[in-house]
């Protein structure tokens, strides 16, 4: 049974880094993609980053670029975001994806079937 627990999330300053992690189980550590997403209130899920657990290849969605970091560690079934300077428009809940057939673009939400069940990211200014 395929699942992804997320972790990490919280109430943080502007500025502040969060480490968020995703501890998934029931595929193997190298198969397909892991990804972030996040969906704000309001607004529609936004694809964060991604990454090719195999290929190591990874997309950041341009707001992110240089402040977050996507990261995996094979041996224990692992997927990090590490985020830097983070904004108030960081906000939102944030969730760990898995997409076994990776076709076409690497971070595509539609193309992600299995999902976490969210960890909150709050900052405040």
């Known amino acids: 049974q395929v699942r992804l627990v997320e972790s990490g999330g919280g109430l943080v300053q502007s500025g502040d880094s969060l480490r968020l992690s995703c501890k998934f189980s029931?595929?193997?550590?190298?198969?397909?993609?892991v990804g972030w997403f996040r969906q704000a209130p309001g607004k529609e899920r936004e694809a964060v980053s991604c990454?090719?657990?195999?290929?190591?290849?990874?997309y950041y969605v341009d707001s992110v670029k240089g402040r977050f970091t996507i990261s995996r560690d094979l041996a224990k079934n692992m997927v990090y975001l590490d985020m830097n300077a983070l904004k108030p428009e960081d906000t939102a809940e944030y969730y760990c994806a898995a997409d076994f057939e990776v076709r076409g673009a690497l971070c595509a939400p539609n193309d992600y079937d299995y999902w976490g069940q969210g960890t909150q990211v709050t900052v405040f200014s």
């Open positions: 990454i090719n657990m195999r290929r190591r290849n990874t």
């Open positions: 029931g595929f193997a550590p190298d198969y397909g993609a």
